[in-house]
């Protein structure tokens, strides 16, 4: 049976933990009495979710996972070094990733490579909102004006099946379109059209 401090911490994340600070100090408190490493692991996995999915704060989801895996580190699990090889990966992906935004004034070419290696990466989806990495580089060649290549990864994400509009602004994706000449017919996925799955090329700086 599990012990009353797991209880009260299981009872506690039904609540919402995330807003409310007191409720998460306690929940880490019975699962650090308890020695629930796999607990205090799998509750600081959901805290970077959370910060990726509703608050697209990377950095503080980055913060989360090292706590994740520092946890799992102590955890007796069976499949204690699967977990960890799972998460190591998706802290390499994620720690990538927010270095790329940090260049995005400072070094742009590097930020468009880092951006594009990660599209490639198997299982990237685990770790990223795929469509944040589309958004930062989409941005970025627009900015400059490679309307081309905005237009290009925009297919792309359609392609892959993403919803453009929680990622790119409205009037910028129209904008595009329509300097390509080509109709924007709505913010649906493509499914299969055309092959438009082309290298994209690295011109982000001339």
């Not at 995330?18 to 650090?32: L, S």
């Not at 799972?86 to 990733?97: M, P, S, Y």
Request: hydrophobic residues 40%; charged residues 25%.
């Amino acid at each position: 049976p599990l012990r009353p401090g797991i209880l009260a911490a299981n009872y506690l994340q039904s609540l919402d933990w995330h807003n409310d600070p007191e409720i998460m100090k306690n929940i880490i408190q019975f699962y650090t009495k308890a020695k629930a490493y796999d607990s205090l692991s799998a509750l600081y996995d959901s805290c970077a979710q959370v910060e990726i999915d509703v608050y697209r704060d990377y950095e503080k989801a980055l913060g989360a996972l090292l706590e994740s895996q520092k946890h799992m580190n102590k955890s007796k699990l069976p499949d204690r070094e699967l977990r960890l090889a799972q998460l190591q990966q998706r802290i390499f992906l994620v720690e990538c990733f927010t270095q790329a935004r940090r260049m995005v004034k400072s070094d742009p070419a590097d930020m468009v490579k880092i951006c594009l290696s990660l599209l490639e990466q198997p299982g990237v989806e685990m770790a990223l909102r795929v469509g944040d990495v589309f958004a930062l580089l989409i941005e970025l060649y627009y900015s400059q004006g490679n309307v081309e290549s905005a237009y290009r990864l925009v297919e792309k994400m359609r392609m892959r099946g993403i919803i453009l509009s929680p990622y790119l602004d409205q009037d910028m994706v129209e904008s595009i379109y329509n300097a390509m000449g080509v109709p924007l017919v709505n913010d649906a996925p493509v499914g299969g059209a055309g092959d438009i799955d082309e290298d994209i090329e690295d011109d982000s700086v001339r």
